[in-house]
């Protein structure tokens, strides 16, 4: 089982810099929703690892389309986490966009 490094995380979410994800004059409702959004996405990342020896049962289980439903699952408990509060990364992130969005209109 591999760990999950942080810094991949951000390095798969990087391509958006803050600048990106905020435009000027974003609203707070629109930065909110991308800070939650990289919050589901990186505990989605975290949970992948915890669910990779899981294997199917029964005669219903497996078959072509399980690892893809279960990664959509996996998906999809990161913006249940994430939306229930997360882990505090979505208000490091929005405090980094109202941060970016400041400078820009300087």
Same mark, same amino acid.
């Given at each position: 089982?591999?760990?999950?490094?942080?810094?991949?995380?951000?390095?798969?979410?990087?391509?958006? *810099?803050?600048? *990106?994800?905020?435009?000027?004059?974003?609203? =707070?409702?629109?930065?909110?929703?991308? *800070?939650?959004? +990289?919050?589901?996405? +990186?505990?989605?990342?975290?949970?992948?690892?915890? +669910?990779?020896?899981?294997?199917?049962?029964?005669? +219903?289980?497996?078959?072509?389309?399980?690892?893809?439903?279960?990664?959509?699952? /996996?998906?999809?408990?990161?913006? *249940? =986490?994430?939306?229930?509060?997360?882990?505090?990364?979505?208000?490091? /992130?929005?405090?980094?966009?109202?941060?970016?969005?400041?400078?820009?209109?300087?």
């Amino acid at each position: 089982m591999s760990g999950i490094d942080i810094s991949t995380a951000t390095m798969a979410y990087q391509s958006q *810099a803050p600048q *990106a994800l905020a435009p000027k004059g974003a609203s =707070l409702r629109e930065m909110n929703k991308q *800070a939650q959004d +990289f919050e589901a996405f +990186f505990l989605s990342q975290a949970l992948q690892p915890m +669910f990779e020896n899981i294997e199917p049962e029964g005669p +219903f289980g497996g078959g072509p389309g399980n690892d893809i439903w279960k990664s959509m699952q /996996v998906d999809e408990y990161g913006k *249940a =986490l994430a939306k229930s509060g997360g882990i505090g990364i979505a208000d490091a /992130v929005m405090k980094q966009l109202l941060i970016a969005q400041e400078g820009m209109s300087q």
